[in-house]
């Protein structure tokens, strides 16, 4: 298989087509970069049913009984989940979590899949990635949400049981960029099956699945239109073959692997959705899928709060506990705030897709993107505080009697997710696109170098109608009135901030957009502040709708020093906006590139020279030993 070579305008087209473009539901995060503050679709905060709580409280229940008897140290130490562990999650349903109690399944919701998540990762991360790369974004959910009936009585009781699935997507020369798939499915037997071929790189549990979700592209043919197409295979198909298991910085026990397709026969009773709705699916799958990685992180940020709270309590320096020195305090601080806002983003947008009634795309990107980023701060300032304790391993700091806390293991555990399911750079792309969709659609046609004058002209009568009515409403609101969400109390100022800052946002956006027009895609460091600024703006708000609702949990404190520190960077990224290097940046990027500064680089040892291509073209010839195994 050849990678698809395309230009950068059929990249865009692709990566288009399998947007979802329609929004029949209400969007908070959306109509915040609008710059209208829509409270009412996040206040009063959502809430569990009864029944549902009550089952997500007796489930926790059971998993913390197998949790106690894991040992996170093990898997560091081996470097695998021992198949014990695998076996005892399976016989707790572990991997049933979210498929419905018909199938099998436990049939938590999204609250409660993520609270059992967030207890599973605080065992071993590893453990966090196999099962949310099963249950997230694995064969259950796109199953659940597109497979036929028979499909789903087919599959999901056998996930719920134990089967192991897999998502198989990337490529190793595509990875964000779909267009160019070079893994191909081909109709055989009068369309009754396809052959599928290709090199799947990253498989994470591939290496053990027993299921997989592979996406790749059926050629045009009669009676079919082709296209990216999503299939469940069977594991153990001929011509499968796991050639490598891959080892990373961090994640120790993850099983991801390099999986080689050969003509392998799937029937075309399990391809998912029609030929060419395979990214559509993918992307609609990780709307709620992606909330794994905020889950993760979340549980590992409250977790360093713990161990910077103990330490710095016990440990005594200049005649006091260092926690009671101001550069620590402050830094315990940030900890503790950015770990409840965290919680409070990701629980809001739980809540928010249970009920089914509110858009969550862009929320769950946020709660990825920022949560991600955020937690490898908290990370790192534990490990600073911990010191030379911080820097070194549990088993060393055992082994000379010490307490065994791993925090330079959650710093390199933490690391990944900042690159897993769409990395920082991508999500600020998705989220900036959806942000400025309504600038798009009002004066897309303007914007655009392939539409001829006239038809410029008709999109500007268009554009002229829809700010005439936009703008002014940008002008005045809520946050300028002291008496706004007076119910809130001590936080009240934090809303009427996020209510003045959201139309201020909208209001730069539309700068931009008028200054570059069809440039503003090309600004990828406007876009980029301006996506952190509505993060913050969003993670100020959940903070506040969750202290509310927890006024006397202390929540309040918490929620009130986080938007303070949150504003100040908010009004750091305005500044941004306008005054920052992006020219020179990009300049010196440039140079860079083209060779200028190789004289600075002469000095220097590179022992990774002459170990191979940067990227490895795809394997040819008989296949490598197959080292996939299987866990249940």
């Known amino acids: 298989m050849t990678t698809q070579q395309v230009d950068e305008r059929e990249a865009r087209r692709v990566a288009e087509a399998a947007r979802e473009t329609r929004w029949e539901k209400p969007s908070f995060a959306k109509e915040l970069y609008l710059g209208r503050f829509r409270l009412d679709l996040i206040h009063p905060h959502p809430a569990q049913r009864p029944e549902d709580e009550a089952a997500t409280t007796a489930f926790l229940h059971r998993l913390r009984g197998v949790c106690d008897e894991l040992d996170g140290a093990v898997i560091e130490r081996e470097a695998r989940i021992p198949d014990e562990y695998v076996k005892a999650m399976a016989r707790a349903g572990v991997f049933g979590m979210k498929i419905p109690r018909e199938y099998g399944g436990a049939g938590l919701t999204q609250v409660g899949y993520n609270r059992a998540l967030m207890l599973l990762g605080g065992v071993h991360p590893s453990i966090g990635a196999l099962v949310s790369a099963h249950q997230s974004i694995g064969v259950p959910e796109p199953v659940k949400l597109f497979g036929t009936d028979e499909q789903k009585r087919a599959f999901l009781p056998r996930c719920a049981?134990?089967?192991?699935?897999?998502?198989?997507?990337?490529?190793?020369?595509?990875?964000?960029?779909?267009?160019?798939?070079?893994?191909?499915?081909?109709?055989?037997?009068?369309?009754?099956?396809?052959?599928?071929?290709?090199?799947?790189?990253?498989?994470?549990?591939?290496?053990?699945?027993?299921?997989?979700?592979?996406?790749?592209?059926?050629?045009?043919?009669?009676?079919?239109?082709?296209?990216?197409?999503?299939?469940?295979?069977?594991?153990?198909?001929?011509?499968?073959?796991?050639?490598?298991?891959?080892?990373?910085?961090?994640?120790?026990?993850?099983?991801?692997?390099?999986?080689?397709?050969?003509?392998?026969?799937?029937?075309?009773?399990?391809?998912?959705?029609?030929?060419?709705?395979?990214?559509?699916?993918?992307?609609?799958?990780?709307?709620?899928?992606?909330?794994?990685?905020?889950?993760?992180?979340?549980?590992?940020?409250?977790?360093?709060?713990?161990?910077?709270?103990?330490?710095?309590?016990?440990?005594?320096?200049?005649?006091?506990?260092?926690?009671?020195?101001?550069?620590?305090?402050?830094?315990?601080?940030?900890?503790?705030?950015?770990?409840?806002?965290?919680?409070?983003?990701?629980?809001?947008?739980?809540?928010?897709?249970?009920?089914?009634?509110?858009?969550?795309?862009?929320?769950?990107?946020?709660?990825?993107?920022?949560?991600?980023?955020?937690?490898?701060?908290?990370?790192?300032?534990?490990?600073?505080?911990?010191?030379?304790?911080?820097?070194?391993?549990?088993?060393?700091?055992?082994?000379?009697?010490?307490?065994?806390?791993?925090?330079?293991?959650?710093?390199?555990?933490?690391?990944?997710?900042?690159?897993?399911?769409?990395?920082?750079?991508?999500?600020?792309?998705?989220?900036?696109?959806?942000?400025?969709?309504?600038?798009l659609q009002a004066a897309g046609d303007i914007v655009d170098p392939d539409v001829a004058l006239p038809g410029k002209a008709k999109a500007a009568v268009k554009a002229t109608g829809f700010y005439a009515k936009w703008l002014p409403q940008l002008v005045t609101g809520a946050g300028q009135l002291p008496t706004s969400y007076q119910d809130f109390g001590v936080l009240a100022p934090h809303l009427r901030y996020v209510e003045r800052a959201s139309r201020r946002l909208a209001r730069s956006t539309f700068y931009g957009m008028a200054r570059w027009q069809g440039g503003l895609e090309r600004k990828q460091g406007f876009l980029g502040r301006v996506v952190d600024i509505g993060a913050e703006l969003f993670a100020i708000a959940a903070s506040c709708v969750r202290a509310r609702m927890l006024p006397d949990s202390g929540s309040v404190q918490l929620a009130d020093v986080f938007a303070r520190q949150a504003r100040l960077r908010v009004e750091r990224l305005f500044d941004g906006l306008w005054r920052n290097t992006d020219g020179a940046d990009e300049a010196l990027a440039k140079a860079v590139l083209a060779g200028e500064h190789t004289w600075f680089e002469a000095d220097v040892l590179d022992q990774s020279e002459g170990t191979g291509p940067w990227i490895a073209a795809p394997a040819s010839g008989p296949p490598a030993e197959n080292v996939a195994r299987r866990a249940v």
Not at 175 to 203: F, I, M, N
Not at 215 to 232: C, S, Y
Not at 315 to 320: A, E, L, T, Y
């Open 161 to 439: 049981g134990g089967a192991i699935s897999a998502f198989l997507l990337t490529e190793p020369d595509v990875g964000s960029d779909p267009a160019r798939l070079a893994a191909e499915a081909v109709p055989v037997d009068g369309g009754a099956a396809y052959e599928l071929s290709g090199t799947k790189l990253w498989t994470t549990n591939g290496v053990i699945a027993e299921l997989l979700i592979v996406m790749a592209r059926v050629p045009e043919h009669d009676g079919g239109r082709g296209g990216v197409t999503a299939f469940v295979v069977e594991a153990d198909s001929p011509g499968i073959t796991v050639e490598h298991r891959n080892a990373f910085m961090g994640l120790k026990g993850i099983e991801n692997g390099v999986t080689r397709l050969d003509r392998v026969k799937v029937p075309a009773a399990n391809r998912v959705g029609r030929e060419g709705e395979g990214l559509k699916i993918a992307l609609t799958t990780l709307n709620t899928g992606r909330l794994s990685i905020p889950a993760l992180c979340t549980a590992a940020s409250k977790w360093c709060l713990k161990i910077a709270r103990e330490w710095s309590a016990e440990r005594v320096q200049w005649g006091r506990p260092v926690g009671r020195h101001a550069a620590v305090a402050h830094k315990l601080s940030y900890i503790a705030a950015t770990a409840y806002a965290q919680e409070a983003v990701l629980d809001l947008s739980a809540h928010l897709a249970d009920e089914g009634r509110r858009d969550i795309r862009i929320e769950a990107a946020l709660a990825k993107l920022w949560c991600s980023e955020t937690a490898w701060q908290v990370a790192d300032e534990l490990v600073q505080i911990r010191g030379g304790r911080g820097y070194e391993t549990a088993d060393s700091l055992r082994a000379r009697g010490e307490r065994a806390v791993p925090a330079e293991q959650i710093l390199r555990d933490l690391r990944i997710n900042r690159i897993f399911e769409g990395s920082t750079e991508i999500m600020h792309l998705l989220i900036a696109r959806e942000a400025v969709d309504a600038h």
